[in-house]
């Protein structure tokens, strides 16, 4: 039996097609099809002399918005690179005040989008990470007793399960660093993952914050999902890069642990802005960066003091540890 494919077709303008498949190819996904409409049309116009007349249907085939293609195997690989790509269009959305670039919106062919958020879970099975952790989807039960540390989580389609390379990275990263009492910040913190078993392997307490409200939501249903009490963990819904009053508000201490699994576009812009939200011997841990990216990561993150203690990586994906000079 041959591989089945998604096709997922995401609608942009021309001023979108750079910064879009940007995201993309952080993403790992290289293999585009882009469609400007401009381009067609002035291609049309520039060549007239070349034929007296379009086929109507090719000429409707090229009207629409613009749009990039790309296709995913249909397996569970292909169904988390879309939960992140969904993820990475909605944060592209947020930073888009302007809505240059369009809609955003994607739209899947192969598998039907109500299939394919009937379907997904299927994918999603307990998962060991490092030592210490199993991520246990909530309508899974274990076959067997274990004495890991297990966050029961219900993610969303969008949202990290736990299986992407970058989320395995960092949870091997917080097994490594996390002691009892910490205080920890998650910047980005999408389904709650890294935030929620942080405080399951003994910090006292932790912020979470997203871009996308939806996920600030998840993340909080995620830590009661497995008896995390809300004093304990803070979920804020922003862009900490624009909304002064949102740094102000998670600036009230300093933690011992920072966790930004984001994109290497984000965690450069960030840079800056962490060094006074680390605690004294504080640790940032950040991932989400693809690695001819890394040189980009590291040389901002030198820049304002830090230090590079650690860089794991996993398929093409970086993760690097970092302390304050």
């Keep these: ?22 995201r993309l190819y ?28 379009v086929d109507d249907e090719l000429m409707e085939a090229k009207s629409g918005e613009t749009n990039i293609k790309i ?42 989008e109500e299939d394919w958020a009937n379907n997904w879970k299927q994918y999603f099975k307990p998962l060991a990470i490092g030592e210490k952790i199993l991520v246990l989807p909530e309508w899974e039960t274990l076959d067997e007793p ?3 540390t297990i966050f029961t989580i ?7 399960t736990g299986s992407h390379h970058t989320t395995k990275l960092c949870l091997e990263r917080l097994e490594k660093y996390i002691k009892p009492g910490m205080e920890v910040l998650d910047l980005g913190c999408g389904s ?6 942080a405080l399951l392997l003994g910090a006292k307490s932790a912020t979470a914050v997203d871009i996308d409200p939806n996920a600030a939501e998840i993340a909080r249903k995620n830590a009661r999902r497995n008896g995390i009490e ?16 949102l740094l102000q508000a998670i600036s009230d201490r300093t933690y011992d642990l920072v966790l930004a699994n984001i994109v290497a576009d ?41 230090r590079l203690q650690t860089e794991s990586q996993s398929g093409d994906w970086l993760a690097l540890d970092y302390q304050k000079n």
């Design 1 to 22: 039996m041959g591989t089945s494919w998604i096709q997922a077709v995401i609608y942009t303008t021309a001023a979108g097609i750079e910064p879009v498949s940007g």
């Design 266 to 306: 984000v965690i450069i812009a960030l840079a800056p802005k962490i060094p006074p939200l680390l605690a004294s011997g504080g640790t940032y841990i950040t991932s989400g960066i693809i690695t001819e990216r890394g040189d980009e990561v590291k040389a901002a993150c030198n820049e304002v003091g830090m």
């Design 71 to 112: 296709y995913v195997t249909d397996n569970a690989a292909g169904h988390e690179t879309l939960g992140e790509v969904e993820r990475t269009l909605k944060e592209l959305a947020a930073y888009d005040q302007e809505q240059a670039f369009g809609s955003l919106r994607m739209e899947l062919s192969g598998m039907d």
């Design 26 to 53: 952080q993403l790992g996904i290289t293999g585009l099809e882009i469609e400007d409409e401009t381009d067609f049309k002035t291609f049309l116009e520039e060549n007239k002399n070349a034929w007296d007349y």
């Design 146 to 148: 274990t004495d890991r």
């Design 192 to 197: 709650g993952i890294l935030s929620a078993v």
């Design 154 to 160: 219900n993610p969303g389609m969008s949202f990290g």
């Design 230 to 245: 809300d004093e304990r963990y803070r979920v804020f819904a922003g862009n900490v890069l624009t909304d002064d009053k």
